[in-house]
């Protein structure tokens, strides 16, 4: 009886250093994709922004094409924030930021043009 009950404790003890090890992994693999996540969201916000920009010019002022990407890339940008919630761990402050800075930063250009 006695050897039941050590054997039952060193299986669980090994299932439990099992468990921990595997959801470190997951976790972190996790943390990962909300990294590349949050780089993918600010890069296409940023090109927005820059296609934004370039459509205020003088010269492509009302281009359809430029106005047709425009809309793409506001679609693509809604897509990802949706994305950014489901697997995003950074929180919404975070997100709000670098949203707003990067809306600054095509005020500022745009204004410098």
């Not at 009950?5 to 943390?31: D, G, P």
Request: glycine share 2%.
């Amino acid at each position: 009886m006695f050897e039941w009950i050590v054997l039952a404790l060193i299986l669980s003890v090994l299932l439990n250093i099992f468990l921990v090890w595997y959801t470190r992994r997951v976790i972190l693999e996790l943390m990962d994709v909300s990294e590349n996540m949050q780089i993918l969201t600010e890069e296409v916000v940023s090109f927005d922004s820059h296609l934004n920009s370039v459509h205020e010019l003088e010269i492509f002022y009302g281009d359809a094409t430029l106005g047709n990407l425009i809309r793409h890339s506001k679609a693509l940008v809604d897509t990802l924030e949706d994305f950014v919630e489901l697997y995003g761990l950074f929180n919404e402050d975070v997100e709000n930021n670098l949203t707003e800075e990067v809306l600054d930063d095509a005020d500022a250009e745009t204004t410098e043009a």
